[in-house]
């Protein structure tokens, strides 16, 4: 497929335009691989569909920027995390926090249930959910429920907070 005929979004200009300087990128190190969908596809669709089955490209940008343009964004993030817990929500979010202080992260979704994940640095694509802010503390509690006092898990540490979709990642950075 020609790089000129790749058309990601035929209502958002500037949409289509991000997306092919993702998927252009030749400085990322998906490039081989991207620029390989291209040539072997006949269609916009199906370079779309290459990249979301790709095990390589699960790390990229583009991957990230196409998979939340689907409706199925949310099972991608299931798949590609696995260790999810869930909690309820009334307020929009996870509670976290300690005697002394507590926040309510986001989820992006709103009420019900939702997920969170307490990762490594570096184990997961930051491009599919929006950062929201750092947190560094010790005993920061971590409750099953926005508007209780329950607590699911215990952290300590510097950490980066992503969410979206109904998912929360705290990403511990040291």
Known sequence: MKREDLNFSNRDKMKNIFLNQCLFNDSAPEYPEAMAIVDSASST?????????????????????LSKDRADHWRRLKRDITTW???ISDIGGLKIGNDS?????????????MYYTVLGKGCFNHDMLDYFTSVRGTEINIYDYDCGDEILETISGRFGIYYGYGFVVLEKWD
Do not use: C, H, W
């Open 85 to 87: 817990q869930q909690t």
């Open 101 to 113: 202080f507590s926040i309510n992260i986001p989820n992006g979704y709103g009420d019900g249930d």
């Open 45 to 65: 669709e199906e370079v779309i569909n290459k990249i979301l089955n790709s095990d390589t490209m699960r790390g990229s940008q583009i991957y990230a920027e």
